[in-house]
């Protein structure tokens, strides 16, 4: 294969892991891969290679001239008397992204599983990682909500969530794929947005009963919490309008456990609750920064200013029932500006929220709304 100077490309080859090589695999993580990631990816390396000793599981590896320059960590469970095999943590060095690496380690996944006779294949992916996403659809992967594992798994779909890491990727989707001709059907945004509408009530109905609150906070926290989730989200559908794109809201299933598994031990608040996507087929995050800086900045300024409101309305109301909706409505959106400005992004869906996007398109924007949001933390706090 030519390169841009017309010499030829070294050759990439995929094959298993040999003893030795694991120390390889981490160095490859170290230079491509974020803190966060490294963490995640050396435990799927580590239960592909206990599972390997039992025969139902490996790593591929890369090849280019003698050294690792990318690797897919695999492994095959039993569930309902089927063999389901489990994709995790593709991985490409940083230099040769862009030679189809992770293409070639899907592919060998693939054949690698389809000679154990696995019926069904499962994947997880961030949609916001779209190379990654565009990858696994291109090969005949679908979206796996959660109604599709219960009916497939029953309480089994614990078992899967715990094996793939699920539980703390909270901003990714379970992918599925088939030997024969069925494609798992999308349930409708409409319960997307219901389902993170309850999440984020219930989030609110904890903490209110471990804190001994009144009942009548519970249909208070239902309509805060619908109004401060649905404008957010409409604030990015507006701004994706805006440059002829189609939205879809999608709630996160696994984020919503691990937001109220939270509220329930910690009393914490963490809404962890879904994202809006592009709709579009083929759709490239990094391809227009400036429109996707634009789109989703749009959802904290939102919230910003909601939380300004909800802070006057509980530094200024005239009735206990205004103050405290005043401070749950400023304490839900100033939890949304903090968290969709934090710059990160892992590639495992934790920290999917907008801060990568908007710091990577344009820091003085991301700046001046953090700017904004201390200021009116400081007030809240002088005040």
């Known amino acids: ?136 659809i291109h090969r005949g992967f679908s979206t796996h909500e959660f109604r599709g594992q219960l009916r497939d798994l029953g309480l089994n779909f614990i078992r899967l969530w715990f094996s793939e890491f699920y539980i703390v990727g909270f901003g990714t989707f379970f992918l599925k794929k088939v030997s024969g001709d069925e494609k798992p059907s999308e349930v409708g945004e409409a319960w997307h947005f219901l389902t993170a509408w309850l999440g984020l009530a219930l989030l609110w109905w904890i903490l209110a009963i471990r804190g001994g609150a009144p009942f009548v906070l519970i249909p208070l926290t239902f309509g805060v919490a619908g109004l401060s989730l649905f404008a957010h989200e409409l604030a990015h559908k507006l701004a994706a309008s805006r440059f002829g794109l189609e939205t879809t809201f999608k709630a996160w299933d696994s984020g919503i456990l691990f937001s109220s598994l939270l509220a329930v031990f910690f009393g914490a608040f963490f809404p962890a609750y879904g994202s809006t996507y592009i709709r579009q087929v083929d759709w490239r995050y990094d391809s227009k920064p400036r429109e996707m800086g634009l789109i989703y900045v749009a959802g904290p300024a939102t919230s910003l200013v909601l939380a300004t409101l909800f802070w006057a309305l509980s530094a200024f109301g005239n009735n206990e029932l205004l103050v405290t909706m005043g401070k749950v409505g ?32 344009n820091r003085i924007v991301w700046s001046l709304i953090t700017i904004g949001l201390g200021l009116l933390i400081l007030t809240d706090m002088l005040l």
Request: net charge positive; aromatic share 10%.
């Open 1 to 136: 294969m030519k390169v841009g100077n017309g010499e030829l490309s070294p050759k990439i080859s995929v094959r298993e892991i040999l003893p030795g090589e694991e120390r390889a695999v981490w160095e490859l993580f170290k230079s491509s891969l974020g803190p966060i990631d490294r963490f995640v990816f050396r435990l799927a390396l580590r239960e592909a290679l206990k599972s390997a000793r039992k025969q139902r599981g490996t790593c591929l590896v890369a090849m280019c001239e003698g050294r690792v320059v990318g690797s897919v960590s695999l492994r095959i469970l039993s569930y309902a008397e089927k063999r389901v095999g489990l994709i995790d943590a593709i991985v490409a060095d940083r230099g040769f992204r862009g030679r189809g690496i992770g293409k070639s380690l899907l592919d060998g996944a693939l054949s690698w599983f389809k000679e154990r006779k696995c019926e069904v294949i499962h994947a997880t992916a961030d949609r916001y990682n779209s190379p990654s996403w565009n990858m696994f």
């Open 330 to 361: 400023y304490i839900t959106n100033l939890i949304f500006v903090i968290l969709n400005l934090l710059p990160i992004q892992a590639a495992g869906g934790i920290a999917a929220f907008d801060g990568r996007k908007i710091f990577t398109w």
